[in-house]
């Protein structure tokens, strides 16, 4: 079958965000007085929204955090990781051209755990937006990866842009940096591709193709994975 829709997981992959994530998340947590390092976020946290990050957090810490307190808390983060986005570039080298070149081929979507304004936000700095015929956030969906619920949203989104309801997941390819995310396009029913920008290869081996990174991404090797 052809290829027919691509869907881009954003933090890790088009967004080389995740070390601005991490500072965000263990500057409000230090506020709270619970103590994060680069380590358990990397190995524990990476593939969470941000409640899904400030819930697991708490309850390991044995913290008493009502759904309010998790609210202001990820509220807290969104202000500082764009106060820290201010100072520095955040698309990855060669995630603009690829993007691009994929959205010129086919329709392309982006499922992520990330706020939808701090996508856009990156999006519309880059000149991007446009690009991409529908976007699924952390607000879209009820359960955030790895459960299949953004994917599926995004495919939905995609075959209502195409206005063709034929539109399977079996027909779409997912970009991904983390095996939670590779978990959520696989359990939606999407072929996937791991980008080693987060994780080593051996920690992506459930992809079906893995690439170094977005410049990387070929699109005969796509269509290849769907035949």
């Known amino acids: 079958m052809p290829?027919?829709?691509?869907v881009f997981d954003f933090d890790g992959v088009i967004a080389n965000s995740e070390p601005l994530h991490f500072r965000s998340f263990r500057d409000i947590l230090a506020e709270n007085g619970v103590e994060l390092s680069q380590q358990a976020y990397y190995e524990r946290y990476l593939g969470y929204d941000d409640r899904g990050v400030f819930s697991h957090v708490g309850v390991e810490q044995g913290l008493v955090?009502?759904?309010?307190?998790?609210?202001?808390?990820?509220?807290?983060?969104?202000?500082?990781?764009?106060?820290?986005?201010?100072?520095?570039?955040v698309l990855f080298p060669g995630a603009a051209d690829a993007i691009r070149r994929c959205a010129a081929a086919v329709p392309v979507a982006i499922a992520s755990g990330a706020l939808g304004p701090e996508i856009r936000r990156v999006l519309d700095n880059a000149g991007l937006t446009a690009h991409?015929?529908?976007?699924?956030?952390?607000?879209?969906?009820?359960?955030?990866?790895?459960?299949?619920?953004?994917?599926q949203r995004a495919?939905?989104?995609?075959?209502?842009?195409m206005s063709d309801a034929t539109l399977s997941p079996s027909d779409c390819a997912a970009i991904e940096?983390?095996?939670?995310?590779?978990?959520?396009a696989r359990a939606?029913?999407?072929?996937?591709?791991?980008?080693?920008?987060?994780?080593?290869?051996?920690?992506?081996?459930?992809?079906?193709?893995?690439?170094?990174?977005?410049?990387?991404?070929?699109?005969?090797e796509l269509r290849l994975l769907l035949s």
Do not use: N
């Not at 009502?66 to 201010?86: F, H, I, M, W």
């Not at 495919?155 to 842009?161: E, G, T, Y």
């Not at 940096?177 to 959520?184: A, V």
């Open 177 to 184: 940096d983390s095996r939670w995310g590779l978990e959520s």
């Open 65 to 89: 955090w009502s759904t309010a307190d998790v609210a202001r808390l990820v509220a807290r983060k969104a202000v500082r990781l764009e106060q820290l986005e201010r100072d520095t570039s």
């Open 3 to 6: 290829l027919r829709a691509i």
């Open 132 to 151: 991409f015929a529908a976007i699924v956030s952390a607000e879209d969906t009820p359960a955030s990866k790895p459960a299949p619920d953004p994917y």
């Open 155 to 161: 495919v939905s989104l995609l075959a209502s842009a």
């Open 188 to 220: 939606a029913g999407l072929r996937t591709v791991g980008v080693t920008s987060s994780y080593d290869a051996a920690e992506l081996s459930l992809a079906d193709l893995i690439i170094p990174s977005l410049a990387e991404l070929d699109l005969a």
